[in-house]
């Protein structure tokens, strides 16, 4: 973004606790943990490793359970000043899709409900697949600077093919329209579509929400009470998705392609606008002048 490099990285502490041998030492390593030693850092010129943040400049959600250590950083580099002259924010969690909009950045973590230990039972309890959430977290990118906006939190997750994970965000004038997958099963492959073993193909849903108050909430889901039928036929699968201006185009899949026209230019009342069936599947949609995909 003119003079702005931004990058998106994700950092997997190596603790040396977790090397130590009994109980009894690990828990004074960590006991004895700093920040700089969970946080990343950056070499300069080969030069001596430093932070490349510190913990103020970090974010934690509360309510994401998971137990796995993963740091999200966004660093905004000015190519333009001498130097290394950089900007850096953090949370603690993974990210499954980077959109990058004019000004904003978001990022997306899959929310994993915690696992409960039934005492009668003598057994654990793991969540349904149909609970997971994904947070949506939002940066403003100003010159080289970046700082946090908001939060919100949608059904569902991204699915199973991470290069069109981005392609399921889209901003627009003030909304982030966000499509995720949010059935217990799904298809992971083109092969899924046409085994008669695999599981059912999931629902999918579109979620559009509005920065206020330094929230990111819901004002539209489809399908809803007034617009149910789902995107997509019976035992059909969202594929690949493309948003241009205030429309959304959504192709699902079983070899035999419908695409879906959604009209967007009510945000708060999103509905299908229609469909047109071709044989084969697409891969990949394409936004061109004067309405034309």
């Known amino acids: ?38 946080l990343p850092s950056v070499r300069i010129n080969g030069g001596a490793r430093q932070p490349l943040m510190t913990e103020t400049q970090c974010f934690t959600q509360l309510a994401n359970t998971s137990n796995n250590i993963t740091i999200t950083t966004i660093t905004t580099i000015d190519l ?25 950045v978001y990022l997306s973590t899959l929310r994993y409900p915690q696992s409960k230990y039934d005492q009668q039972q003598a057994r654990w309890i793991y969540p349904d697949v149909s609970e997971l959430r994904t947070d949506i977290h939002k940066f403003a990118i100003d010159g080289s600077t970046v700082s946090y906006r908001a939060s919100g939190d949608v059904a569902g997750h991204f699915g199973w093919t991470p290069e069109r994970n981005s392609y399921q ?14 059935g217990t099963t799904g298809w992971g ?34 399908p809803n009470a007034q617009h149910p039928t789902p995107i ?15 429309r959304g185009y959504v192709v699902t899949f079983r070899r035999t392609d419908p695409l879906y026209i959604l009209d ?29 995909l």
């Open 1 to 38: 973004k003119g003079n702005t490099a931004i990058l998106v990285s994700s950092h997997y502490p190596r603790l040396q606790a977790e090397l130590l041998q009994t109980q009894q030492q690990r828990d004074a390593a960590f006991n004895n943990l700093t920040a700089a030693e969970i």
């Open 80 to 104: 333009a000043a001498p130097g290394f002259s950089q900007t850096s924010r953090c949370f603690l969690g993974g990210t499954q899709a980077v959109y990058v909009a004019p000004n904003n």
């Open 169 to 182: 965000l889209s901003e627009y004038k003030n909304d982030l329209r966000v499509v995720t997958f949010t």
């Open 189 to 222: 492959s083109l092969d899924d579509a046409n085994n008669p073993k695999a599981p059912p193909a999931s629902p999918a849903t579109l979620s559009i929400l509005r920065e206020a108050d330094g929230k990111l909430s819901a004002v539209a889901t489809l």
């Open 232 to 246: 997509g036929l019976p035992n059909e699968q969202i594929y690949a998705v493309r948003f241009m201006g205030d």
């Open 264 to 292: 967007l230019s009510n945000p708060t009342d999103p509905l299908q606008a229609g469909e047109i069936k071709a044989s084969g599947y697409s891969d990949y949609l394409f936004p061109m002048a004067n309405g034309l």
